[in-house]
T-cell receptor
Framework: DPKIIQKPKYLVAVTGSEKILICEQY?????MYWYRQSAKKPLEFMFS???????DNQTASSRFQPQSSKKNHLDLQITALKPDDSATYFC?????????????FGPGTRLTVL | GEQVEQRPPHLSVPEGDSAVIICTYT??????FYWYKQEPGAGLQLLMS?????DRKEEQGLTVLLNKKDKQLSLNLTAAHPGDSAVYFC????????????FGKGTQLIIQP
């Protein structure tokens, strides 16, 4: 059974619209993350949450808003979509303990903005 | 901020040979090092994690070497087989908890049958 679920797997949106990317993890982890992978840039960190609190935000635009309704959920709302937002968005989670804190990744949501 | 350079971007080796991927990082405070494998259309699979007090770690045909003096991290796949064909990423972080990973740009590895 998949331990990190991302929905949907593929998403097509029109410019200016709003979408929510879903992430749920069943690893019992306390920290969750969002990363983005596009053709133009390598894998880049977006947000990190620990115990449902925002820890780090590397996303300059307020159009990207993470939402944590439960400890094992971290959704990503994207508003006013632009073609440059087209990318694969990966959710990850980790224990958030001392020492090596291994991050495990979900299968990703591939977003295409037309 | 931290920057990670990864080389080579593409690597093709015959089956049974070894493949070596190298990453260089900039921040001497970096303490945690990871290698991931990504197959087409899939997420990232964690291969190995290394803390900075380790110079060498071996697991299941993979060897990670860490040279802190030169700020260099390498992954050696010994006796590669076609199932090893994928994109490999190194990643580093400074802290242990809920800390961002900074990734290299990836190496497309092709194992020729």
């Amino acid at each position: 059974d998949p331990k990190i679920i991302q929905k949907p797997k593929y998403l097509v949106a029109v410019t200016g619209s709003e979408k929510i990317l879903i992430c749920e993890q069943y690893l019992g982890h306390n920290a969750m993350y969002w990363y983005r992978q596009s053709a133009k840039k390598p894998l880049e960190f977006m947000f990190s949450y620990s115990y449902q609190k925002l820890m780090d935000n590397q996303t300059a635009s307020s159009r990207f808003q993470p939402q944590s309704s439960k400890k094992n959920h971290l959704d990503l709302q994207i508003t006013a979509l632009k073609p440059d937002d087209s990318a694969t968005y990966f959710c990850a989670s980790s224990q958030d303990g001392w020492g090596v804190d291994e991050q495990y990744f979900g299968p990703g949501t591939r977003l295409t903005v037309l | 901020g931290e920057q990670v350079e990864q080389r080579p971007p593409h690597l093709s080796v015959p089956e049974g040979d070894s493949a070596v991927i190298i990453c260089t990082y900039t921040d001497s405070a970096t303490a945690y090092f990871y290698w991931y494998k990504q197959e087409p259309g899939a997420g990232l699979q964690l291969l190995m994690s290394v803390f900075s007090n380790v110079d060498r770690k071996e697991e299941q045909g993979l060897t990670v070497l860490l040279n802190k003096k030169d700020k260099q991290l390498s992954l050696n796949l010994t006796a590669a087989h076609p199932g090893d064909s994928a994109v490999y990423f190194c990643a580093v972080s400074g802290g242990g908890g809920a800390d961002r990973l900074t990734f290299g740009k990836g190496t497309q590895l092709i194992i020729q049958p």
